[in-house]
T-cell receptor, first 113, second 117 residues
Framework: KAGVTQTPRYLIKTRGQQVTLSCSPI?????VSWYQQTPGQGLQFLFE???????NKGNFPGRFSGRQFSNSRSEMNVSTLELGDSALYLC????????????FGPGTRLLVL | AQKVTQAQTEISVVEKEDVTLDCVYE???????LFWYKQPPSGELVFLIR??????QNEISGRYSWNFQKSTSSFNFTITASQVVDSAVYFC??????????????FGKGTLLTVNP
């Protein structure tokens, strides 16, 4: 079974731009969660989507948004990029139950200049 | 609030040594789940184990073993006869109820393990 895939793997943007990251879950998984990882703050939960609906949300500003498609693929968008948004963005998928094990993708490394 | 503490920021050992990674957690949930993930330099978090709060049986998987002690809120991870390939950052995580039947994972800050040849 193929694992979670994320595209692109690396991205360089400048302040003020916007960016869209993509995540394809493991086949049959209906939940997709997004995390931001930085050296200072560690791994922080952004949001979770299940059946095309946001089911859970972390404490991030509205510049961070996401969506999920009918095939469970998910996208995450960050608008008006700031230097502090430079991070590794990780996507995880699970079957969808409340406490199912999450399986992570390789991440997208975003650098904001 | 939920909290996961991995007090060891970095550990360095020589190959074949045993090493234990500590994890202490705080939660008010009566039912919760604990996880360990490994993050090699490539960046992907690799799932290692999941344990629920009502199963305190310790587990062994090859060179890996886990000691869950509910009385001390600890879920420690031991690697026996460490190998260079074990070098990675290891994260302990706890499920946090965020309302209704919604849960999210709270991660510790991670422990960087370096195994030297």
């Amino acid at each position: 079974k193929a694992g979670v895939t994320q595209t692109p793997r690396y991205l360089i943007k400048t302040r003020g731009q916007q960016v869209t990251l993509s995540c394809s879950p493991i086949s049959g998984h209906r939940s997709v969660s997004w995390y931001q990882q930085t050296p200072g703050q560690g791994l922080q939960f952004l949001f979770e989507y299940f059946s095309e609906t946001q089911r859970n949300k972390g404490n991030f500003p509205g510049r961070f948004s996401g969506r999920q498609f009918s095939n469970s693929r998910s996208e995450m968008n960050v608008s008006t990029l700031e230097l502090g948004d430079s991070a590794l963005y990780l996507c995880a998928s699970s079957r969808g139950g409340p406490v199912e094990t999450q399986y992570f993708g390789p991440g997208t490394r975003l650098l904001v200049l | 609030a939920q909290k996961v503490t991995q007090a060891q920021t970095e550990i360095s050992v020589v190959e074949k040594e045993d090493v234990t990674l500590d994890c202490v957690y705080e939660t008010r949930d009566t039912t919760y789940y604990l996880f360990w993930y490994k993050q090699p330099p490539s960046g992907e978090l690799v799932f290692l184990i999941r344990r629920n709060s009502f199963d305190e049986q310790n587990e062994i998987s090859g060179r890996y073993s886990w000691n869950f002690q509910k009385s001390t809120s600890s879920f420690n991870f031991t690697i026996t006869a460490s190998q260079v390939v074990d070098s990675a950052v290891y994260f302990c995580a706890l499920t946090e109820n965020s309302g209704g039947s919604n849960y999210k994972l709270t991660f510790g800050k991670g422990t960087l393990l370096t195994v030297n040849p």
